[in-house]
């Protein structure tokens, strides 16, 4: 069965950084593109940042470019989300997702990020 493991959240102050994990198991994880969503209380899960396979191609959204950087290590079957710069509206759950298909798509419990001095 597939299970995306996210870690790595917590308390950060205003201008600190956190680097979340997403360790994946029971999927072929090089065959997948990865992505981060975060959701804050009360909005939409957002997409943050997207990696494809082999890491040859990044998108973030515009709010976190320049700020967070994706990365995968496929031997790892791993996925990183490092937060540098960060601020009070970066406070979500952060969630990992592996989606191929809409029948392969596979989704975290979440992990979260509170930005607070």
């Known amino acids: 069965q597939v299970q995306l493991v996210e870690s790595g959240g917590g308390l950060v102050q205003p201008g600190g950084s956190l680097r979340l994990s997403c360790a994946a198991s029971g999927l072929t994880f090089s065959t997948y593109p990865m992505s981060w969503y975060r959701q804050a209380p009360g909005k939409e899960r957002e997409l943050v940042a997207l990696?494809?396979?082999?890491?040859?191609?990044?998108n973030y959204a515009d709010s976190v470019k320049g700020r967070f950087t994706i990365s995968r290590n496929d031997a790892k079957n791993t996925v990183y989300l490092q937060m540098n710069s960060l601020n009070p509206e970066d406070a979500a759950v952060y969630y990992c997702?592996?989606?191929?298909?809409?029948?392969?798509?596979?989704w975290g419990q979440g992990t979260q990020v509170t930005v607070s001095s």
């Open positions: 997702n592996a989606r191929r298909t809409a029948k392969y798509d596979w």
């Open positions: 990696i494809s396979i082999a890491g040859v191609i990044t």
